[in-house]
């Protein structure tokens, strides 16, 4: 079993950045591959990034790309996602998720998710 908390949302302005950070308890994190989703109101809950086990493999939604960075420290069980230059459609709830399998930007072969972070992105 894989506890997930996610952290560091909240409101911001258009441009401005914010630094997700996710804490992992449980079984070996390094050995999951770990990714960021969002929920926007009304909306379905869609990939925004994704890192493999060894931090060196990293996949961006088209929307994010350039402007936000997965990156992981295993040692201490943490995954963060930067976000820059944020836009009033980067509001949603965003939440962190982790499978033992590579990688994949469907959320369904998810084995783990966070209980979400809010980000307000304000004009």
């Known amino acids: 079993q894989v506890q997930l908390v996610e952290s560091g949302g909240g409101l911001v302005q258009a441009g401005g950045s914010l630094r997700l950070s996710c804490a992992a308890s449980g079984r070996t994190f390094s050995r999951y591959t770990m990714a960021w989703f969002r929920q926007a109101p009304g909306k379905e809950r869609e990939f925004v990034a994704a890192?493999?086990?060894?931090?060196?493999?990293?996949y961006y939604a088209y929307s994010v790309k350039g402007r936000f960075t997965i990156s992981r420290e295993n040692g201490k069980n943490t995954v963060y996602l930067q976000m820059d230059s944020l836009k009033l459609e980067d509001t949603a709830v965003y939440y962190c998720?982790?499978?033992?399998?590579?990688?994949?930007?469907?959320?369904?072969?998810?084995?783990?998710w966070g209980q979400g972070t809010q980000v307000t992105v304000s004009s």
């Open positions: 890192n493999g086990w060894s931090g060196a493999n990293k």
């Open positions: 998720a982790a499978r033992a399998l590579g990688y994949s930007d469907w959320e369904k072969p998810y084995e783990y």
